[in-house]
């Protein structure tokens, strides 16, 4: 398995503003679709928003117009930039595959807490 590393989450006020990052080795070599889930205890990961190499990106209706999905392939890092936080916005996020070969399924990490506060 190939680990990612996340990094960027914290606590933020509602209406604030959060970047996240996530450095995967390989997914620019191995053409992989990436995403970012975010997952609340007790509840099932959720997706947020996806990147593909050849559609582009897709949004949750719940982030739409509040979030944007980014890459840079250069450094294998992918981003995601949280504006307008609301409170239902607390969770873990976490990046991994979600489009190609099964190499681009082997990510795992442990991904970076949101806190967003009222």
């Known amino acids: 398995r190939v680990q990612v590393k996340e990094s960027g989450g914290g606590s933020a006020q509602a209406g604030g503003s959060l970047r996240l990052s996530c450095t995967a080795p390989?997914?620019?070599?191995?053409?992989?679709?990436m995403g970012w889930f975010r997952q609340v205890p007790g509840k099932s990961r959720q997706w947020v928003a996806s990147?593909?190499?050849?559609?582009?990106?897709n949004y949750a209706d719940s982030v739409k117009g509040r979030f944007t999905i980014s890459e840079d392939k250069a450094t294998d890092t992918l981003y995601l930039q949280m504006n307008s936080l609301e409170p239902e916005d607390t969770a873990t996020y976490s990046c991994?595959?979600?489009?190609?070969?099964?190499?681009?399924?082997?990510?795992w990490g442990l991904g970076t807490q949101v806190t967003v506060s009222s």
């Open positions: 991994s595959g979600t489009w190609g070969t099964s190499w681009c399924y082997d990510y």
């Open positions: 390989g997914f620019t070599s191995h053409n992989c679709g």
């Open positions: 990147i593909h190499p050849t559609t582009g990106t």
